[in-house]
């Protein structure tokens, strides 16, 4: 059985192909293009938003505010387009991006420097940024036909049969994948969660790296939020409500430990794409919306009780990771 986790991202990959194929057998519909360029559109930003949670949790953190963050900025950019209709697209979703990055940047400083303990710090904020939008926003919402047509028409245009969130998911998985496996900085953050003592000794400052993966976690989330606001054209405090929990679900799936130190792209992109079958097949096979929840919570809860009995493991086997950095 142990030897059966080493081989985790490949047992859930094949998984992957037999549930798809149990559902096309029984809804032939479900493996109709379209049907699987929605589906891969639909989870492109949660592909994201679990890259950049993988971030926060492998130093042993955690971001409850990601979907907080995501509501707040693409707020900003919608308003941005509502009132500046004719800038330059680029200008609209670096306002997303920035405003993304700035929350990451606030959670990361308070939590690294004055060692508030991130569930706490996190949980906060979110109420902080959900707040923030209704007094920025006067308690409205924007709606599609105040925003700006170029704004909007970018999360749909479509280029070799993939909507332009699935690309822009593609290329941000690949930085992630070299940033975590090719940089001193990536394994740094493996080496913080994995054993804080050995990377202290290793020379790595723990407070530099909290505070990159959390600026990383907002910056992405703030991206995220212009492709939701701009994709359904609307933005109001009460968007991606409660979608953190889905985000970290996707992160437990894929193999990453809540105790930092161990995770994967590949296997959180498996992880976040197991979800979005799911989330998919379910109305597809016509269960119930009120059984829909109970399903997926279910699944949850067993792929978070098979990690708990994976990771059981002592710290000093992270200790090579924090080795390897002197060779990066």
Known sequence: MKRLFDYRELILALVLVVGVAAIGSYQPVFLRWDNIGDMLTETSVLFMMALAQMTVILTRG?????????????????LVSQYYPDIPLVVMILTGVLSGLVLGLFNGLLIAFLSIP?????????????????????????NASEMGAAFQAFPKQVFLGLASPVWIAIVVSFLFWVFLNHTRAGRGLYAVGGNPVAARYCGIDLRRQELLSYAISGAVAGLCGYLWVARYGVAYS?????????????????????????????????????????M???????????????????????????????????????LPEARRLKRV
């Open 280 to 318: 998919t097949a379910l109305p597809v096979l016509q269960i119930s919306p009120f059984w829909q929840m109970a399903i997926s919570g279910a699944v949850i809860l067993a792929a978070v009780v098979i990690n708990a009995r994976a990771e059981r493991r002592p710290d000093k086997l992270i």
């Open 62 to 78: 955690i971001d409850l505010s990601v979907a907080a963050n995501l509501a707040l900025s693409g707020m900003l950019a919608a």
């Open 238 to 278: 009460e968007i991606a409500s409660g979608y953190e929990l889905t985000v970290i679900a996707a992160c437990v799936i894929g193999g990453v430990s809540i105790g930092g130190g161990v995770g994967s792209v590949a296997g959180t992109l498996l992880g976040a794409l197991f979800l979005g079958i799911v």
């Open 118 to 142: 991130p569930i706490v710090m996190t949980l906060g904020t979110l109420a902080v940024f959900r707040g923030m939008i209704i007094i920025i926003a006067g308690g409205d919402q924007v």
